[in-house]
């Protein structure tokens, strides 16, 4: 599989079948991830991929402190209200996905529980939480969207799914105490992965992309 192949074929799997990816497949993606480009080469990402019953315990932890707390409390900044343009390319990603699901506008409470399935990690069986210094701000997290970017390319290129999810960023309270992270360090964000899922409605969701021209500019 080429690289446009995979870009063309790959979209945000929200339902995925129980059958983990054998470990050492994983390890191989993941130590090719390690060529993605960084600024200065300082390869900020600090990466867990958690399996198995670690993985069902994090859910259950998220879960409780998302009901508990209910408001985000990230460790990087997450209250950017997109405006215009980028507003309405947030409300028509959102109406693909609950169209596909069946789920009317008005449906508060069947959105809100759609909404949960983040951190239920639309029953994936791994997930990746994306973490870095938190001093690195904006320049680490250039870096880490083109790590993630790399990652799910590879995984793509092997018939794995995944979704990328800014939520799992955004209760990170029991991501810090299960794995004891540093006050230093941040939880970005985090990636849902694994073999799709073809009988999910999720699934059937489909998002368009701009015409090149109104996204970039040739210059000579």
Known sequence: MSVSQALQSRSSCRGFKK?????????????????????????PWQVIV?????????KNKLLQDVMQKQKPYPDFNWEVAYEGEHRERQFGSANALYSAMGIAREDKMKRNMAMLRNWQFFDAPHVAIFTMEKYLNIMGAVDMGIYSQTLALLLQEHGISNCMQGAL????????????????????????????DDNADANNAKTTREELESSVLFAS
């Open 19 to 43: 059958d983990p990816v054998e470990e050492s497949l994983l390890r191989d993606i993941f130590t090719t991830a390690q060529r993605a480009p960084s600024n200065c080469n300082v390869q």
């Open 50 to 58: 958690v399996s198995g019953g670690k993985k069902d315990q994090l």
């Open 169 to 196: 960023g955004q209760f990170p309270g029991p991501i810090h105490e299960m794995f004891d992270l540093p006050e230093s360090r941040g939880v970005l964000f985090g990636m849902s992965f694994g073999y799709a």
